[in-house]
Structure formats: structure tokens, C-alpha cells
């Protein structure tokens, strides 16, 4: 039997809720917290989470900033949303600036299983507004930050999760998962 195809929304937020500073520096994105329950993040064990994914949807932004902090997405495809007109080197990266609903539903949903949506408050907003989003995925920081970039930018509508997983990691990281309950 074949997995349904999902699409995860993801990020890294502080606790107060930012992705980045006003500047849109993530330098706090590293933590020295030692939680003894946690997990211990690894190579090893990051480098087997991330072969789990098949492809990335990602605004111009957000890939822009992973090009200068190094690109962790290897070749894995990744789908880049942007209305400018993008140039990439890379094989596995493709531009897309049409409908949201059409790509994913029609062009990613039949080909990948593993879909996962890496992007700013913007797209956030825009995939749950579509209910293109079957999770979101927060890890959560151990740091106020006390402005920067939100990550969820007024959404404008009341959104039912459930809670499908907690993870805790050694440096104080704690990974929630939740499934979106959608309109039906």
C-alpha cells in the first residue's frame, strides 16, 4: 500500500515566535542549552531525518539566505517559488510562479510522498489559507527574542490542530508536531 502524499510546513522559531532578527540574521539559531532528556542531534541522525524528505518548496527569500548560509538541501529537489526571474546551478533546484494549489495538488502531490514546505511567514500564510498543509512542524528554541520576523503572520482564520508528536533534543531544542485539522 502506497503512503498518501503529505506536505509539512517547517521551521525554527524562537520561543517568542521569530524566525529572524529584524536584519534577518538566525546566528541565535545555535543553542549551548544541556537538556539531559533530550536527543543529540548528529550528523548521522540529521543526515537520515533529511534523507526522509523528497522534495522542498521553499519562497525566493528563504532560498536565497540557504545559498549564503550553505545549501543543506543536497539534491534533493527543491522547489523555489518566486516571481523574479531566478537562476540556480543546481540540477535538483526549479522555479515555479504560478498557482500554489495547482503545483502542489497536481504537479508534487502524485510524484513525492514527503513534501516539505521551508519558507518565511509569507508562504506559512499562504499554504495554511489554501489548507495546502497537512503539518507543521516547529522547533522551538531555547531564547526570547523579543522581535524579528514572525512566523505566523496573521493567518485571518481559526485553524483546529492536533498534536501528533513532542521531541526533545540536548541542546534545549523541542520539536512539535502537529497534524492541521481541515475543512471538510
Known amino acids: 500500500m502506497t503512503q498518501a502524499s503529505q506536505v509539512t510546513i517547517h521551521m525554527v522559531s524562537s520561543l ?8 534577518n540574521t538566525v546566528s541565535w539559531m545555535r543553542s549551548s542549552d544541556n537538556y539531559e ?9 540529521v543526515a537520515d531525518f533529511l534523507k526522509s524528505i523528497d522534495c522542498y518548496i521553499m519562497g525566493s527569500k528563504t532560498y536565497e539566505h540557504a545559498l549564503k548560509l550553505g545549501w543543506v538541501y543536497g539534491d534533493t529537489p527543491v522547489v523555489v ?7 540556480s546551478d543546481k540540477d535538483s533546484v526549479r522555479f515555479y510562479s504560478g498557482d500554489l494549489k495547482q503545483l502542489v495538488e497536481e504537479l508534487l502531490k502524485p510524484k513525492y510522498n514527503n513534501i516539505w514546505m521551508v519558507g518565511g511567514a509569507e508562504l506559512t500564510k499562504a499554504f495554511i489559507q489554501q489548507e495546502l498543509a497537512d503539518k507543521i512542524v516547529i522547533s522551538l528554541l531555547p531564547i526570547i527574542l523579543g522581535d524579528g520576523l514572525l512566523f ?3 493567518v485571518g482564520k481559526e485553524l483546529p490542530l492536533h498534536l501528533d508528536n513532542v521531541t526533545t533534543y540536548k541542546d534545549g531544542m523541542v520539536e512539535l508536531t502537529y497534524e492541521l485539522k481541515k475543512d471538510s
Open 16 to 23: 517568542d515566535g521569530f524566525i529572524a532578527r529584524n536584519d
Open 37 to 45: 532528556g533530550g536527543i543529540e542531534l548528529t550528523e548521522a541522525y
Open 81 to 87: 517559488l518566486s516571481g523574479r526571474a531566478l537562476v
Open 152 to 154: 505566523f503572520d496573521f
